[in-house]
């Protein structure tokens, strides 16, 4: 997977502080992701001020689109 996050983030500690903080909520669901698939994401400036649980519900939902992500079966 790669993260991507352009100078219209901010400087250099946003960009990264944004990357991060993605590449977190990857981690989150990272065991849910199909094999086989690259995947690229591209950081826009929200992910800086939202909450981390709403940056994982945005993952996990982006990937059920893209039908690599395995939902849970309770």
Known sequence: MTVIASKSIGGAVQRN?????LRGALQEVADRISPG???VFVVRKPLLDAPFL????AVQ??????????????
Not at 54 to 57: E, G, L, T, Y
Not at 61 to 74: G, H, T
């Open 61 to 74: 939902e982006v990937l059920s689109r893209a039908n690599v992500y395995e939902q849970e079966n309770d």
């Open 37 to 39: 698939n690259d995947l």
């Open 54 to 57: 709403q940056i994982v519900a």
């Open 17 to 21: 502080r944004s990357k991060r903080r």
